[in-house]
């Protein structure tokens, strides 16, 4: 992981980490089947566009509520799940928190971390209930797909 790591933070031009975190104002007054449907619906038709396989998972107080794979090994939506429960934020915000601060380099060194970019806090209200989950692309993609769908989802509820 930590060649990983490195590879990723020397690729430079990173997007300002409060950026990131601001994304996470995407909270949910509910969250349920339907919603989860939903994401999972339009991170597919998102993640078509690039031509490649991934997988996506949304997990909802501890249970897989929708789940999508083309990939044989999804090792590292799992990874990237356990960054996200751990620390309640993006996976991504915290791979970019980490290349200033390093609190999270003890994930850099143990394989069952993903510190990149691809898992999202799922919040009903104010409280963490889960992550949306994604892989496949590079990390900053996996992201954007998350955020993407999330975005879609969001404008068809106002």
């Known amino acids: 992981m930590k060649d990983y790591y490195h590879y990723f933070v020397n690729k430079g031009n990173h997007p300002d980490k409060n950026d990131i975190l601001k994304q996470e104002e995407y909270r949910f007054k509910t969250f349920d089947q339907n919603t989860a449907r939903q994401i999972i619906q339009q991170i597919i038709e998102v993640a078509k566009t690039y031509d490649r396989p991934f997988a996506s998972r949304i ?4 249970k897989i509520i929708g789940e999508y794979s083309e990939l044989e090994n999804t090792s590292w939506l799992n990874r990237k799940e356990k960054v996200c429960h751990e620390t309640k934020h993006s996976s991504y915000y915290i791979f970019l928190d980490n290349i200033q601060s390093h609190l999270y380099d003890y994930m850099l060194n143990d394989e069952s971390y993903g ?3 691809g898992s999202f806090p799922l919040y009903e209200k104010d409280e963490f209930v ?3 989950t994604f892989t496949g692309l590079r990390p ?8 993407q769908a999330l975005e879609k989802v969001f404008q068809e509820k106002n």
């Open 59 to 62: 997990i909802y107080k501890d």
């Open 115 to 117: 510190i990149c970019g």
């Open 130 to 132: 889960g992550s949306i």
């Open 140 to 147: 900053q993609e996996d992201h954007g797909v998350i955020i």
